[in-house]
């Protein structure tokens, strides 16, 4: 059996996978962001490590003897968080998040001071990335700043605690904007421009390559046996891409989590940052990838059904697909968090435009989908106009559920959506996969293979061309808004 393991931003889901690559039990402990001040966004690294073993206690109340038999464990996880430790491992603040803001000033300060960081990182220096969050640190908590000695992403912090050992993947470990991503390796100059060197940074592994065994009381509390090996694991695109087998060059998959990603393989290192997108490893060894990615998705879904107080997300969605009309130029911004992809505006406000009194609860949550897809639009055409050819696109993570989105996705993108049996399960799945070859050594393209396909969504033509419409009338509202949005933010 294999245990995968993903630190998300909403909760840590955890779920136990046999060696037919069966789902036998999945397990899930929310988590609360807390958002003290506009544009922040943290954790407490503590709450993780309580989730992480919330989830495995679950798995061994329901299924022991299989939990017994576990050999293998992956981590997957949110990226981009800076979780600062001193040198007893005491964590020193909040974890601050990817979908934090506060560092605006820190990204143009650290291009300052390292102008090639673009072709060294593959990236832009943008709020969420993790090196613009230390300058923040030392410029605004110089006192924590001097304590820091070990940075780590947050599944390497729950890593930490499962085997006592600093180690991270090449992919979690190039959304730092400190790795020297085509040379898979970490950068001294990039670390040297925030002050830090390899000292304070884990040890870099593969994804599919172990990094240490599970500490004996841990694995003693979880039910699981001697010698449980720990994989590299992966960011939660990667991971998410080696769920769903996007391993060959020009295969793609969109995610529909808390924040949206479409993520394109790469046979080698092709960066883009000048349209923000994001230039990665992937977590297996000569491969990389490009991602646009929007910073909320189904967290707006989330935010609407709040708003409008309806009973759950999934009754608002069937009041949309029950309306069934079309909203004519009502349009949402979808950029709750600031956005990034193709924007890199962290002053960006989520915004609903040509409301009028005909416009009911589940004409918002109809816009707020669309919103969404308008976003992946855009995402998709700065990929193609760096020249990348996106191949099959396949769908995961928990908006995946919705069959009406993926037809307004199919729409908006004018392509076919790939649905695979278990997508929803996302990062957690390819966790567990990682988890596999760390262990066994089995070729990657066998066990990475794309799971069965579920079902197909093919575009409508007459609906994709009313959509581009609607996409037109969508950019200039931000084009319009955008310099109110930084004078609102500056006031």
Known sequence: ????????????????????QRVVAQAVAPLIVSRPHPLWSEQDPESWWRATNSVAAELRRGHPAEMAQVTGIG?????????????????????????????????????????????????????????????????????????????????????????????????????TLWLDVARRRWSPELLAATDLDEGEMPELFEGSEPTGLLLPEVASAWGLGDSVEVAGGAGDNAAGAAGVGVLKPGSAFLSLGTSGVLFVANAGFAPNPARGVHAFCHCFPGLWHQMSVILSAASCLAWVTRLTGAPSEAQLLAEVEAADRDTGRLLF???????????????????????????????????????????????????AEAGTEIGTVSVIGGGARSRLWGRILADVLGRPLTYHKGGEVGPAFGAARLARLSVTGEDTAAVCAAPETDFVIEPDRAATERHASKLTLYRDIYRGLSGLFRGGAST
Not at 1 to 20: H, N, P, R
């Open 1 to 20: 059996m294999f245990l995968g393991i993903d630190l998300g931003t909403s909760g840590v889901k955890a779920v136990l996978v046999d060696v037919e």
């Open 75 to 175: 981590l997957s996880g949110q990226m981009h968080g800076a979780t600062l430790l001193d040198g007893r491992d005491r964590v020193l603040r909040p974890a601050i998040l990817w979908n934090d803001g506060r560092s605006g000033a820190e990204c143009a300060e650290l291009t300052r001071r390292m102008p090639s960081l673009p072709e060294i990182a593959g990236n832009l220096a943008m709020p969420g990335f993790t090196a613009p969050k230390l300058l923040w640190v030392a410029r605004h908590e110089p006192e924590i700043f001097r304590d820091v000695a070990k940075v780590l992403l947050p599944k390497d912090y729950v890593r930490l605690r499962m085997t006592g050992r600093y180690a991270s993947d090449m992919s979690d470990s190039a959304g």
């Open 333 to 383: 911004l979808p950029y709750l968090s600031g956005e990034r992809t193709p924007h890199n505006d962290p002053d960006a406000k989520g915004v609903f435009f040509g409301l009028t009194h005909d416009h009911g609860r589940a004409d918002l949550a109809r816009a707020v989908l669309e919103g969404v897809a308008y976003a992946f639009a855009d995402g998709q055409d700065v990929l």
